[in-house]
């Protein structure tokens, strides 16, 4: 079955503060791939990055870095020197490449990240 | 170039009525999703259509149909409305399938009373 966890519900820190949100994924496919989205206040989902099974380099991107393990079937995500920009939903999302289940994203319940000044 | 646009931004009805929910995706974007944000029940995959053709379905009831035009643009009915489909309905569209990442639109509201 596919399945994303995000056991974080909420996560408060202090601008500049490094935080970390983690995402751990299950799927009998052996190909796929990862999402993260942030939902700001105003709602709509915005792309930040995607990774397929094949890949597991780690990315960067400024402030934000992706570390992707298929060992522990997680997909992290780290924002460096938070800021209250940052504060959002961000979502995990994964995606199978063949079946029934094609062209479905499947989405994590959402970490709420509140950065305070 | 434009994102993924949807109108209306909200809609309020009543139960047992129908919603029209519309969706106009990314220049040269082909795929276009459906998804339903509840209160409680997180993001659900409700649709996808593919150059015209429903291409999969989420558990979601038949009252619950869409249609994709010749522009790619497309729609989402919802029929004999509950008070439970009040949501947010996110469309998103994408390049192709499967291995591209899909772009959101901001969204419709729907408010059923």
């Known amino acids: 079955a596919q399945k994303v966890t995000q056991a974080q519900t909420e996560i408060s820190v202090v601008e500049k503060e490094d935080v970390t949100l983690d995402c751990v994924y299950e799927t009998r496919d052996t190909t796929y791939y990862l999402f993260w989205y942030k939902q700001p206040p105003s709602g709509e989902l915005v792309f930040l990055i995607r990774r397929n099974s094949f890949d597991e380099q780690n990315e960067i991107s400024g402030r934000y870095s992706w570390n992707f393990q298929k060992s522990t079937s997680s997909f992290n995500f780290t924002i460096t020197a938070s800021q209250v920009v940052d504060s959002a939903v961000y979502f995990c999302?994964?995606?199978?490449?063949?079946?029934?289940?094609?062209?479905?994203?499947?989405f994590g319940r959402g970490t709420q990240l509140t950065v305070w000044p | 170039e434009a994102g993924v646009t949807q109108s209306p931004t909200h809609l309020i009805k009543t139960r047992g009525q129908q919603a029209t929910l519309r969706c106009s995706p990314i220049?040269?974007?082909?795929?276009v999703y459906w998804y339903q944000q509840a209160l409680g029940l997180g993001l659900q995959f409700l649709l996808w259509y593919d150059e015209g053709e429903e291409r999969n379905r989420g558990n979601f009831p038949p009252r619950f149909s869409g249609r994709q035009f010749p522009n790619y643009s497309s729609e989402l009915n919802v029929n004999a409305l509950e008070l439970e489909d009040s949501a947010l309905y996110l469309c998103a569209s994408s390049l192709g399938t499967v291995s591209y990442e899909q772009y959101f639109g901001p969204g419709t509201r729907l408010t059923v009373t």
């Open positions: 999302a994964l995606s199978e490449a063949r079946g029934s289940t094609l062209g479905r994203l499947y």
């Open positions: 220049s040269g974007h082909t795929s």
